[in-house]
């Protein structure tokens, strides 16, 4: 049978790696890409349908929903029956702010993928698979981080989204916190969501581990990017980090569901894991979904 996926994040890197390899797989396949266009946007990947969006306006993201939803109802597209929430962010601070006044990372990594979901639920056709690529740099230790990421910071949703959330909110350090918190909040989120879809619709958080040398960085600052484009270089010939071949095959794997995971799992690379002790909060989750809902109401109003 045909079918449609809706992706984010697939135009470079891992993601990009991941959208070929899903289209070489299955050729019933047709693959939305949700991405931001311009001169410096990479060529879409032959095959994939382009929608325009900027994950850090909410106008924008709405605007793609309604994008994907015309082309399902019409018959343009076939049954949706998954969505990929890949794309994030990762800045050299935490002032940025969207046109919204949200804090960007936590836009982008957090409140584009609740919106997308939302919007693209009542369309989903079971059984489906939800996907959204979150990070071991949650754990906040140095295991995980390798002294370079700082743990989370968690505080109430309503905090976290604006601007200055973190302690010296203009340094790098801040930056790197607020990236960390968002892909905690992101896991938060797919737990939330894990009890609210149906049974026959799957939601997953997919940990890719430390890929060097992928856009991630690109808004992290000079030290940032130096450091993930040349010092964890080396760590790409050890088992604790993966090419961006390798990693986007295993992105693929976890969204086409070769990795047999439950609703609510966590999948770390290739296999379900445990995320950490403090990503397991039923309360946050709540509080979480709730301010997301009244942001998403606030913007549908």
Partial sequence: MMHTLVMTGATSGIGRVAAAELLRRDPRLRLVVLARGGSGAAPPLPGTIPVDVDLASLASVRAAVEAVRRMLDSGELPP?????????????????????GYETTFAVNVLANHLLIAGLAPSLRAPARVLITVSDTHFGDFRHGGGAMPPPRWSPPEVLARPGAFPDPDSVKAGRTAYTTSKLAAIHLVHEWSRRLPDDIAVVSYNPGL?????LSRDAGAAGRFAMRWLAL???LTPLADSPAAAGRKLADAIAGRVDAPSGAYIDRTKVARSSDESYDPDR???????LEHIRATTDA
């Fill in 80 to 100: 949706l029956t998954g969505f990929a929430g890949n794309a994030g962010v990762s800045l050299g601070d935490a002032r940025h702010a969207t046109p919204d």
């Fill in 211 to 215: 890929v060097p040398r992928t856009g």
């Fill in 234 to 236: 080396p760590l790409a």
């Fill in 285 to 291: 989750e709540r509080s979480l979904w709730d301010h």
